[in-house]
């Protein structure tokens, strides 16, 4: 245990800043520390689980017992979107009239579309009856956040892969200028002198002799 102004002193010496990380503690507990540094270091560590922290949302979605096949489409593909991005899903199915004496039938219409889509979700909570409705939630077999990772990590490859409309206008213009830039023009041949045939070859005239001494 050191004294308070032991540590400030030493603090001082030493560049740092005493600060007190346990204030409640008899006695209290103080630490040398870089105080601007390890602001910074806590607030990156914040954002960094800020931004890694999804929360799981509860998405519902609405069937008729006696759904076309289209509709059963649609809503299925609507049921497979929200569990590929992490989110648990709450299956309802609403009975009309003489079709609460048939609950037989939304079971098995909620454990076909459990099975279509089982890739993607599990069954959280089974079936069950509440009045005219029957229910269902269907959990994610991924979690938020790594959806969202894999999201962000598709995205920045659509980006790297994708160019900007710069580089394609600037691809068309060096295009066209290649295409529209004039050859050069080719060097013309210079024909030699044609020689007349009717004119004879000049003949070599006679070697001199040689001069007598």
Known sequence: MVATGVALKLAQ?????????APEARPPVAKLMDFGKFKYESDMKAREARRKQANTLLKEIRFRLKIDPH???????????????GDKVKVMIMFRGREQSRPEMGVRL???LADDVAELGFVESMPKQDGRNMTMVLGPVKKKADAKSEQRKRSAEVNAQRKTKSEVKAEAR???ATEEAPAAPAEEAVPAPEQDESTPAPRPGPKPSPQSS
């Open 174 to 176: 060096a295009r066209a």
């Open 110 to 112: 909620l454990q076909r």
């Open 13 to 21: 010496d030493a560049d740092l800043d005493l600060v007190e990380v």
């Open 71 to 85: 509709d059963y489409a649609t809503k299925k593909g609507h049921v497979e979107r929200f569990l590929s991005a």
